[in-house]
Every structure is written in structure tokens, then in C-alpha cells.
């Protein structure tokens, strides 16, 4: 069965800084992964998404991942945050056959940004 | 183009009585997925289903729940005799026909309260 570790809970950063969130992911084909985003009480919104090609996709708001077959990682990175980034990440992983399955998510981390 | 809608936004029963969730996808979409999120945990799939088909009901608890995509009208998710362990967030999501890229749409969640 398929399954996703977001190892970080909480991650916290200056406003300004980098930011890498990490997510792994076991599968037995090639997965589609998906990055999503959720501020309190709303839904998800995508931020970007791999399912063939480039491995380096890059998504909106400035972000981008990085899908490693061998490490079986697919993390998501961002060179400045801002504060309006605080919010949940969510990683996720669906049936390379399309669309045709469930997403499974990871638990989320929860992005904190100091000023 | 109006995103996926699902409502009511929120929703608050007593132990022992009915609950029932609205989601009308995506002008075109012809697939729905249910989902559940609990406090602190990622979304955990429920059900797939397209127009009067339950395509993947494997999330789906054995009893009081149950979900439907009728031919006319939104995708109801009906949860019967509830409990407080049903307090959740409840997140429909939609696809298109034939959906390659495998990426679902969100709605904005209805957020269930059992007292």
C-alpha cells in the first residue's frame, strides 16, 4: 500500500529564509506527487505537481520540488518565504494510471514564519 | 469558472442524528472523491464515485456512512446517527473525465461538530 512521511511536524523560519520541506513517499510504480497548501480553515490548494519529465517542477507562489526516484523524495523548496506563507503543507501521492484513485497525504507540516 | 462547492460550510449535530454533505464539482468534472480530516492529521480518502457509480468505497467506514453522484444534483455524503468521533473535516474534491494528470480540485471543506 502506498503511504507518505512528512517527517516535520513544525517547521519554523525567518521571514526571508529559505525553506525545504521534506516528503517521502513508497509506492510500487511511478507515482504523480502533489504538493498542496492549506490555510486555516480553508481547503487545499495546489501548489505544484509531478507525474513524468523534468524532475525540478516548478510551481506558484514561488516554490518549487524535486523529485528523487532513488531516495524516493519528492521535497518542496522555496529560496525567500514570507510571512504570508505560514500555513499547512500537505504532500500527496496518486495512481501513476491517472486520476483514477484515491490521494494519499502525508500528516502535513505546519510552516511557521517569524518576522 | 466556480471551483468546487460544498456546503454547508459548517455543521453542527447531536449524538444520534443525521448529517448530510453537499459537494457539486467542477462544471465538466465528472469525478467526485470524498474525504476526512481530523485534528492535527493529514486527509484520509473516503470514496470515489462517478455520476450514479461508486467506483472505490475502501476509505469509507462499514456503517452509518454512505455516499452517492446522482445523474442530476451535487454528490451527498449522508452520515447517519453520528457521533462525536465523526467530528471532522469533510473535503470533497473533483476531476475531470479521463484525467491524465491526475490532479483533483478541492473544495472548501465542511467542518462537522457533534455534540
Known amino acids: 500500500a502506498q503511504s507518505v512521511t512528512q517527517p516535520d511536524i513544525h517547521i519554523t523560519v525567518s521571514e526571508g529564509a529559505s525553506l525545504e520541506l521534506r516528503c517521502n513517499y513508497s509506492?510500487?510504480?511511478?507515482?504523480?506527487l502533489f504538493w498542496y497548501v492549506q490555510s486555516p480553515g480553508q481547503g487545499l490548494q495546489l501548489l505544484l505537481k509531478y507525474f513524468s519529465g523534468d524532475t525540478l517542477v516548478q510551481g506558484i507562489k514561488g516554490f518549487e520540488a524535486e523529485f528523487k526516484r532513488s531516495q524516493s523524495s519528492f521535497n518542496l523548496r522555496k529560496p525567500s518565504v514570507h510571512w504570508s506563507d505560514a500555513a499547512e503543507y500537505f504532500c500527496a501521492v496518486g495512481y501513476s494510471g491517472g486520476g483514477a484513485d484515491g490521494l494519499t497525504f502525508g500528516k502535513g507540516t505546519h510552516l511557521i514564519i517569524q518576522p | 469558472n466556480a471551483g468546487v462547492m460544498q456546503n454547508p460550510r459548517h455543521l453542527v449535530r447531536r449524538r444520534g442524528q443525521e448529517a448530510r454533505l453537499r459537494c457539486s464539482p467542477m462544471?465538466?468534472?465528472?469525478?467526485v472523491y470524498w474525504y476526512r480530516q481530523l485534528p492535527e492529521e493529514g486527509l484520509k480518502f473516503m470514496v470515489y464515485?462517478?455520476?450514479?457509480?461508486?467506483?472505490?468505497e475502501s476509505g469509507m467506514p462499514k456503517e452509518r456512512f454512505s455516499a452517492e453522484f446522482p445523474k442530476e444534483g451535487p454528490s451527498i455524503l449522508r452520515i447517519q446517527q453520528v457521533v462525536r468521533g465523526d467530528s471532522a473535516a469533510y473535503f470533497c474534491a473533483s476531476s475531470p473525465p479521463n484525467n491524465a494528470g491526475g490532479e483533483q480540485f478541492f473544495g472548501p471543506g465542511t467542518r462537522l461538530t457533534v455534540l
Open positions: 509506492y510500487g510504480a511511478t507515482p504523480y
Open positions: 462544471k465538466g468534472h465528472s469525478h
Open positions: 464515485l462517478q455520476k450514479e457509480n461508486i467506483i472505490d
